[in-house]
T-cell receptor, first 111, second 117 residues
């Protein structure tokens, strides 16, 4: 069983719509959860960190964490063509600083 | 967020030569740095974890004698690909974190694209 699983995508949404990305993880003692955005040919860029259950909003991005369900999600509101990228869910091990990554969900925003 | 730089951004070398890649944390002290490799259309693959002043810890299957890692200071880690071969051509990315960051976030450098001819 993979440690971090994401909805496989690709996900295509029209400009202005909400893109919804989901992620589940298997390590129940995981502490910190992250969403990275990776444009083609570039390195990952951290866009959201979440530590506590509930919602965390930053601009057009909202991360949701439910530790009981071992589930973390990312909503992108008012999607723009510049949001077209691969989104990586990452979970921080409780033992060391290593990150476990999901396979990524590729999002395409149609103009 | 914190800034991590890498140098060079792109390198082309002949088979059998060695290549050194530098990773620097510019505005924080990185107690731990990580080195990843990514092939086209594939996920990030962690190669090794580097702590300042100690030997790097390599992931299973990564040859430590081929990929030499040095973390000499809290702001600099280097990866040397020794006797590079065409199959080592890849996108190498470092990341850095610090125990002082609230979520132990990892911040990534821009990556180094290595092409071995």
């Amino acid at each position: 069983q993979k440690e971090v699983e994401q909805n496989s995508g690709p996900l295509s949404v029209p400009e202005g719509a909400i893109a919804s990305l989901n992620c589940t993880y298997s390590d129940r003692v995981s502490q910190s959860f992250f969403w990275y955005r990776q444009y083609s040919g570039k390195s990952p860029e951290l866009i959201m960190s979440i530590y506590s259950n509930g919602d965390k909003e930053d601009g057009r991005f909202t991360a949701q964490l439910n530790k009981a369900s071992q589930y973390v999600s990312l909503l992108i509101r008012d999607s723009q063509p510049s949001d077209s990228a691969t989104y990586l869910c990452a979970v921080n091990s409780a033992v060391d600083y290593k990150l476990s990554f999901g396979a990524g969900t590729t999002v395409t925003v149609r103009a | 967020g914190a800034v991590v730089s890498q140098h060079p951004s792109r390198v082309i070398c002949k088979s059998g030569t060695s290549v050194k890649i530098e990773c620097r944390s510019l505005d924080f002290q990185a107690t731990t740095m990580f080195w990843y490799r990514q092939f086209p259309k594939q996920s990030l693959m962690l190669m090794a974890t580097s702590n300042e002043g100690s030997k790097a810890t390599y992931e299973q299957g990564v040859e430590k004698d081929k990929f030499l890692i040095n973390h000499a200071s809290l702001t600099l880690s280097t990866l040397t690909v020794t006797s590079a071969h065409p199959e080592d051509s890849s996108f190498y990315i470092c990341s850095a974190t610090s125990g002082g960051l609230p979520y132990n976030e990892q911040f990534f450098g821009p990556g180094t694209r290595l092409t071995v001819l």
